[in-house]
């Protein structure tokens, strides 16, 4: 899932990839803590609920940073979002 852009005429360096970073973590896993200490406190029903939508949000998070692809070439920015259907913004 590299970055590939190719242009017969001229050749594009990748001067710079950049990575999304941890911070896209902190709700999902604020809403993981909000279900575990609701279960702590006997609200069973709705504590296993909201720990399992924050794990399915980590879940979603994590794919998101594993496939999103940033960088920045001399003559481009290019930006790829998607697992099975791939958006690239040129």
Same mark, same amino acid.
């Given at each position: 899932?590299?970055?590939? @852009? ?5 050749? /594009? ?5 950049? !990575?999304? +970073? $941890?911070?896209?973590? #902190? ?16 609200? @069973?029903? #709705? $504590? ?9 949000? #980590? ?7 594993? +496939? +999103?692809?940033?960088?920045?070439? !001399?003559?481009? #920015?290019?930006?790829? @979002?998607?697992?099975?259907?791939? /958006?690239?913004?040129?």
């Amino acid at each position: 899932m590299a970055f590939q @852009y190719s242009e017969q005429s001229t050749i /594009d360096r990748i001067i710079y990839k950049a !990575n999304i +970073t $941890g911070y896209v973590y #902190v709700i999902p896993i604020f809403i993981c803590l909000i279900g575990l200490y609701l279960i702590l406190i006997s609200y @069973y029903p #709705v $504590g296993f609920i909201i720990l399992s939508l924050g794990i399915l949000y #980590v879940i979603k998070q994590w794919l998101y940073t594993l +496939t +999103t692809e940033l960088y920045i070439t !001399n003559k481009l #920015v290019v930006a790829k @979002y998607g697992l099975i259907q791939r /958006d690239t913004y040129l």
